[in-house]
């Protein structure tokens, strides 16, 4: 009988390890309130565009001829594109990026992405997510990989959080995370009764031994009540940050809140969907540029929030694959290969796109049809695992690959 | 300080549950709430007592014998679930994806020239949502409301239902812990594309007839569902070396183009998914001793085995194809033209050249009969009905009995539930239960009725563990120590207060009237729902938090909550 148990997932979970009797400590860490513990904790917060976002029209290429030839209807007009570096341009609709590009607190890894050439959304996010591109068998995420391979002195509660409805795949695995879809929803939910009845059942699972259930029981309780204190609903942002009204700003903002509270969160990640532009994809104006201001505003909003925080956090941003170079009859773009990667925070060496740029003549395009791939994307992760959050494993992270740092785009130094 | 008593707690938290030389044996009151919570999804008010009349012995016979046991309330609660009878060919005709709906209504000349260009421009990826411009939306839904048809959601909502309902009432208990059981060993999920079409099939032809079968039976049935083949990929599995020229015969000429399109575009050549999760995950397990070369000669094995209009096909082909075409789309084939038909070794034996699509059979036969799967499905086996950690003994008597007996899963399930091992007090109540298995022992143990709708199956999921939702082949796992991805402790006692309150939409509870002291009240229903099997401290903190003019709701609410109901 192994001592790690269970809870977390479904829209709400918390698993544990063997913590019961090291629990007080974390209730006095709460109480001492917002001051991080000794030796600050590196958090990362990572953000997948399910769907497959179309890297072309975020990172826009404007210096490429080609990218107007195939593009008759979508392309970005020059006129309207943010310049970054005279041949790349963000956007238009993403201008909440641009100060932080300036500061250099914005890098840029184009043409990444999975080397495996599917292109469905089900295989190639299961492939991010396990990091194990072809191998379907993987049980686990890659993030839930590096929180085993790096012990955490603190054992926070809060140490893994996903603000989604159940636990995405690149958290799981055996290390304990949380997952939940709002910080409000962590609690027992029954009306005018629910103090009653959450004091019933803390009294019951305080004096339950039996098994693991009996500490998995003290935790949930502990972390319930935490949050309670804490106050979701409260919340108020700093330095005038302002989140997207909408479930993808609701997270952000909620993992900012759990940041503040210093309760020890080293991986939160959430999710944003909608990207599959097949059609009336848009170009400066449309669809896809209403869920890119939607997009860069939240992630500009938490950087806003957090400040001189953000010289311990990282944001990073990822999609399954690209799009198509070319576009197809409906004014939209199909399923490609490599695409754009943000990685964001005070701590990187920003204001630059890394990676090669594979070009988009016909000769330089995979399977004559997408952009190629010249960084793969676990040369990302591992950078940010290794240089970042600290590991020291990376191997048993990224299984048979062979992570080097000499692969290592260098956005963190 | 705080660090050494974590780790001595630690040491004996991680000690594993002994099966001792001389094990006490259970009372018969004991054995019989055993069975029926292990054969079963817990006990309904009065089975106890009816379990008691017949015997509890001859119970377990009548229930490895699920085809004699009749079964009307069951099947009369299924009546509503019309997807359940359908063929897959059906279900793609009355439950079509809207985008796929485009091109079918282009092909008539139905649609707007705009909308056709749509249509084909979409076919690289069937999910995509045609749907997002306004015009089209009406247009589509006009078309489903005229000609009855109805979203594709539907048919998991009702496969979903139809595992609930059978859960709840069905007598025949065992086969719907079997069908559970296989259906997580041979996984599937239900978003990778065309499966959700895939599936019904799935459960009514491939996994229940076979549950209490021969093993070997059960593992050809997966391996030619078109579930199966979609899920893993091998319906696109073809020989590189296959004559990729000649499209002939009359399937290729009668494709639509798009499909012809969308196939050139796909990966040609050999698809190793299914042939490594065959011999991982379906038989002789991980360190089965297989290599990598037995994954690639088997998945030569299987080039060809394939599904004949994987997506459903378009009108325009089945009604050139006339009835038959229209009858056997999503069904499976062996297509020899693309089937690599040299000479393969697979783990020792000769698969001679020219054998077709005997290949692929003698590669199953195999597999169901190698001593490593009998090893494997028998460690499986007492992991779900004995303990998490398996009796080492116990496992291998049952492997024996496998092997002995041709794989014959009723035998092999006999060897377990007449074994000391399971009638032993160190299996009582052990096994912690999953969420289905939760939720369904708490609507049965109630008594209470339900529709098995999705208000129902979205506690299954908000605990971590929806039907047909597990992404990766290995299947949801049924040792609780690897649950870390799974439960929600706070969902299992949210599900609890709901279930109590009548707050589970499509789930009515009759708590009967109680009256008296609380702590008689208190007694009454943990006898109900937990046959007193509860501990002296938990009863002790329960009875604590009762006032006199608290409702039966919190009662129940705060037992089925409690650590005690979430063992079975």
């Given at each position: 009988m192994n001592r790690r148990f269970f809870i977390k997932s479904g829209s709400i979970a918390l698993a544990s390890v063997g913590m019961s009797l090291s629990a007080p400590s974390f209730l006095e860490r709460i109480a001492r309130g917002n001051t991080p513990p000794a030796g600050k904790r590196k958090t990362l917060i990572a953000i997948f565009q399910r769907g497959a976002v179309d890297g072309l029209n975020v990172v826009v290429p404007f210096g490429e001829s080609n990218y107007y030839e195939l593009r008759p209807s979508i392309a970005i007009p020059k006129s309207e594109v943010i310049s970054l570096d005279g041949f790349f341009g963000l956007h238009p609709s993403m201008s909440a990026f641009k100060p932080l590009w300036d500061s250099k607190r914005l890098a840029i890894i184009h043409a990444s992405g999975s080397p495996d050439n599917t292109r469905s959304h089900f295989d190639a996010q299961d492939y991010m997510e396990s990091a194990t591109p072809g191998v379907k068998s993987t049980s686990d995420g890659w993030l839930n990989r590096y929180l085993r391979s790096k012990q955490d002195a603190e054992q926070s509660l809060f140490r893994a959080v996903s603000m989604t409805k159940t636990m995405p795949r690149v958290l799981q695995g055996r290390a304990p995370a949380v997952a939940m879809s709002n910080l409000s929803d962590f609690a027992i939910r029954a009306g005018k009764s629910s103090e009653n009845l959450q004091g019933g059942f803390e009294a019951i699972y305080a004096r339950e031994t039996k098994d693991s259930l009996a500490g998995t029981g003290r935790e949930t309780f502990e972390a319930v009540n935490y949050l309670k204190k804490a106050n979701p609903a409260q919340y108020q942002p700093e330095n005038g940050a302002q989140y997207p009204r909408t479930p993808f700003g609701t997270s952000l903002l909620q993992i900012a809140q759990l940041i503040k509270a210093g309760v020890g969160l080293e991986v939160a990640f959430t999710d944003i969907g909608g990207w599959d532009t097949h059609v009336n994809q848009g170009n400066s104006r449309g669809q896809l540029a209403n869920l890119l201001q939607q997009f860069s505003s939240g992630i500009a909003a938490l950087y806003q929030d957090l400040g001189q925080r953000m010289d311990d956090v990282i944001v990073l941003t990822m999609s399954e694959f690209g799009r198509t170079v070319r576009e197809n009859g409906n004014r939209g773009t199909d399923h490609g290969h490599a695409n754009a990667m943000f990685v964001l925070g005070n701590g990187v060496k920003g204001g630059k796109v890394y990676g090669q740029w594979p070009g988009l003549k016909s000769d330089q395009l995979y399977e004559g049809r997408d952009l190629a791939l010249t960084t793969d994307f676990r040369d990302v992760f591992g950078e940010i695992a290794t240089r970042h959050l600290g590991s020291t494993d990376i191997k048993s992270v990224f299984p048979g690959y062979g992570s080097s740092p000499s692969k290592f785009k260098g956005f963190l130094g | 300080?705080?660090?050494?008593?974590?780790?001595?707690?630690?040491?004996?938290?991680?000690?594993?549950?002994?099966?001792?030389?001389?094990?006490?044996?259970?009372?018969?009151?004991?054995?019989?709430?055993?069975?029926?919570?292990?054969?079963?999804?817990?006990?309904?008010?009065?089975?106890?007592?009816?379990?008691?009349?017949?015997?509890?012995?001859?119970?377990?016979?009548?229930?490895?014998?699920?085809?004699?046991?009749?079964?009307?309330?069951?099947?009369?609660?299924?009546?509503?679930?019309?997807?359940?009878?359908?063929?897959?060919?059906?279900?793609?005709?009355?439950?079509?994806?809207?985008?796929?709906?485009?091109?079918?209504?282009?092909?008539?000349?139905?649609?707007?020239?705009?909308?056709?260009?749509?249509?084909?421009?979409?076919?690289?990826?069937?999910?995509?949502?045609?749907?997002?411009?306004?015009?089209?939306?009406?247009?589509?839904?006009?078309?489903?409301?005229?000609?009855?048809?109805?979203?594709?959601?539907?048919?998991?909502?009702?496969?979903?239902?139809?595992?609930?309902?059978?859960?709840?009432?069905?007598?025949?208990?065992?086969?719907?812990?079997?069908?559970?059981?296989?259906?997580?060993?041979?996984?599937?999920?239900?978003?990778?594309?065309?499966?959700?079409?895939?599936?019904?099939?799935?459960?009514?032809?491939?996994?229940?007839?076979?549950?209490?079968?021969?093993?070997?039976?059960?593992?050809?049935?997966?391996?030619?569902?078109?579930?199966?083949?979609?899920?893993?990929?091998?319906?696109?599995?073809?020989?590189?070396?296959?004559?990729?020229?000649?499209?002939?015969?009359?399937?290729?000429?009668?494709?639509?183009?798009?499909?012809?399109?969308?196939?050139?575009?796909?990966?040609?050549?050999?698809?190793?998914?299914?042939?490594?999760?065959?011999?991982?995950?379906?038989?002789?397990?991980?360190?089965?001793?297989?290599?990598?070369?037995?994954?690639?000669?088997?998945?030569?094995?299987?080039?060809?085995?394939?599904?004949?209009?994987?997506?459903?096909?378009?009108?325009?082909?089945?009604?050139?194809?006339?009835?038959?075409?229209?009858?056997?789309?999503?069904?499976?084939?062996?297509?020899?033209?693309?089937?690599?038909?040299?000479?393969?070794?697979?783990?020792?034996?000769?698969?001679?050249?020219?054998?077709?699509?005997?290949?692929?059979?003698t590669v199953l036969d195999i597999l169901a009969h190698h001593p490593s799967t009998a090893k494997f499905i028998a460690t499986k086996l007492v992991r779900h009905f004995v303990s998490d950690t398996p009796p080492q003994s116990l496992v291998d008597r049952v492997a024996a009995t496998f092997m002995k007996s041709d794989g014959d899963i009723r035998e092999t399930l006999k060897a377990i539930f007449f074994s000391k091992e399971f009638n032993s007090t160190e299996a009582y109540r052990?096994?912690?239960?999953?969420?289905?298995?939760?939720?369904?022992?708490?609507?049965?143990?109630?008594?209470?009725?339900?529709?098995?709708?999705?208000?129902?199956?979205?506690?299954?999921?908000?605990?971590?563990?929806?039907?047909?939702?597990?992404?990766?082949?290995?299947?949801?796992?049924?040792?609780?120590?690897?649950?870390?991805?799974?439960?929600?402790?706070?969902?299992?006692?949210?599900?609890?207060?709901?279930?109590?309150?009548?707050?589970?939409?499509?789930?009515?509870?009759?708590?009967?009237?109680?009256?008296?002291?609380?702590?008689?009240?208190?007694?009454?229903?943990?006898?109900?729902?937990?046959?007193?099997?509860?501990?002296?401290?938990?009863?002790?903190?329960?009875?604590?938090?009762?006032?006199?003019?608290?409702?039966?709701?919190?009662?129940?609410?705060?037992?089925?909550?409690?650590?005690?109901?979430?063992?079975?």
């Open positions: - | 300080m705080r660090k050494i008593v974590a780790l001595m707690l630690l040491a004996v938290l991680t000690q594993p549950i002994v099966f001792a030389q001389k094990q006490r044996s259970l009372t018969q009151e004991q054995r019989i709430i055993h069975v029926l919570n292990r054969l079963g999804f817990g006990a309904r008010p009065g089975d106890v007592e009816r379990v008691k009349a017949m015997g509890v012995e001859k119970y377990i016979e009548q229930q490895l014998h699920p085809e004699q046991i009749t079964d009307l309330a069951a099947e009369t609660k299924l009546r509503e679930l019309s997807t359940l009878n359908m063929t897959t060919a059906e279900l793609y005709e009355k439950y079509p994806q809207p985008g796929q709906l485009l091109r079918q209504l282009q092909a008539r000349g139905m649609v707007p020239e705009e909308m056709s260009d749509q249509a084909k421009n979409n076919q690289n990826t069937p999910p995509a949502n045609p749907l997002d411009n306004e015009k089209n939306r009406k247009v589509i839904e006009e078309y489903y409301r005229e000609n009855g048809l109805q979203r594709p959601q539907r048919i998991i909502a009702e496969l979903q239902a139809s595992r609930i309902l059978r859960a709840v009432y069905s007598e025949r208990q065992l086969q719907e812990v079997m069908v559970d059981f296989w259906t997580n060993h041979f996984n599937i999920f239900a978003n990778k594309g065309a499966d959700r079409w895939l599936l019904p099939a799935y459960d009514r032809d491939t996994i229940r007839p076979n549950a209490l079968g021969k093993f070997s039976t059960l593992l050809q049935a997966t391996a030619q569902s078109p579930a199966m083949l979609f899920y893993l990929d091998n319906f696109q599995s073809v020989s590189p070396n296959a004559n990729q020229g000649r499209r002939g015969g009359l399937l290729q000429q009668l494709r639509p183009q798009q499909q012809q399109q969308q196939q050139q575009r796909q990966r040609r050549g050999i698809n190793e998914n299914y042939a490594r999760e065959l011999m991982e995950l379906h038989t002789l397990g991980v360190d089965g001793g297989y290599t990598q070369k037995d994954v690639q000669e088997v998945a030569r094995c299987f080039t060809g085995w394939t599904i004949f209009q994987p997506r459903g096909g378009g009108a325009a082909v089945n009604a050139m194809m006339g009835e038959a075409g229209r009858r056997n789309a999503g069904t499976f084939f062996f297509q020899a033209r693309v089937h690599d038909d040299g000479e393969k070794m697979v783990l020792g034996h000769k698969i001679p050249a020219g054998g077709g699509i005997k290949g692929g059979l052990v096994k912690i239960k999953r969420p289905f298995e939760l939720v369904v022992s708490a609507i049965r143990t109630l008594g209470a009725e339900t529709n098995g709708g999705p208000g129902t199956h979205r506690w299954i999921e908000r605990m971590g563990e929806p039907l047909y939702g597990f992404q990766t082949p290995n299947g949801y796992s049924d040792a609780a120590e690897s649950w870390v991805n799974t439960g929600g402790l706070l969902e299992r006692m949210n599900f609890g207060l709901a279930l109590a309150n009548n707050r589970v939409q499509g789930t009515t509870v009759n708590l009967a009237k109680t009256s008296g002291e609380q702590a008689k009240v208190m007694d009454e229903y943990l006898k109900t729902l937990l046959a007193g099997d509860i501990s002296a401290t938990t009863r002790e903190a329960l009875l604590k938090q009762l006032e006199p003019s608290d409702p039966a709701t919190k009662v129940v609410g705060l037992i089925l909550g409690t650590p005690e109901f979430q063992r079975q």
